[in-house]
């Protein structure tokens, strides 16, 4: 075996300047899948905001028992299309936002709210709505809905309005009353 003396070994200098070039690409390639990673605050905000609004749809979605012995068929139907939209989102979050023992406990909590409300829905689907018992309800820009039921009275072209019941997110609000017939014309 002969030994080649046309090769020559590399200065210092290169050997060092190959070795940061390469070091710092790695470290550059490690700090991009760093930032693609979220940061545990910014993952705790995000799970707080998700928790939130959640908690704030099912208070939306529940009815206490003089609010469900009032209720009229719309709002029944509503809160229960609510509280399928809102056993969907639970399901979806698992894992990320909620511990499984946390979804389960939602879930149940939910079925037992569907399971009254369909039995009073069935109940008002069976009876039967007087004449002067009108129902409106009001959509709000941010999805919320407004339920109104007025007792009416009417007169020639005048319709008065003897007293009604409001409805929002679960808070039911008396108004009228006592002859203080509101006029609402044709």
């Known amino acids: 075996m002969q030994h080649d ?39 705790r905000t995000e799970k707080t905001y998700y928790i ?59 079925n037992k709210l569907n399971k009254k409300y369909v039995a009073k829905l069935k109940k008002l689907r069976a009876q039967k709505v007087p004449a002067d018992i009108v129902h409106n309800y009001y959509r709000f820009p941010n999805g919320d809905i407004s339920f109104m039921q007025e007792k009416v009275k009417r007169v020639g072209n005048t319709t008065y309005i003897l007293h009604g019941i409001h409805e929002l997110n679960g808070v039911f609000h008396n108004f009228g009353g006592h002859g203080a017939g509101f006029t609402v014309g044709r």
């Not at 710092?24 to 910014?42: C, E, R």
């Not at 029944?76 to 509280?83: E, F, Q, R």
């Open 5 to 43: 003396e046309s090769r020559r070994p590399l200065p210092i200098w290169v050997a060092i300047l190959g070795v940061v070039i390469t070091l710092s690409l790695g470290l550059s390639v490690i700090k991009a899948d760093a930032a693609k990673v979220p940061s545990q605050q910014k993952l």
């Open 52 to 110: 939130k609004k959640n908690k704030k749809m099912l208070r939306a979605a529940t009815l206490n028992k003089k609010g469900l012995s009032i209720a009229w068929k719309e709002v029944v139907s509503h809160k229960i299309k609510l509280l399928r939209h809102l056993k969907k989102t639970i399901a979806q979050e698992k894992g990320t936002v909620y511990t499984a023992k946390q979804a389960k406990s939602l879930t149940h909590k939910i």
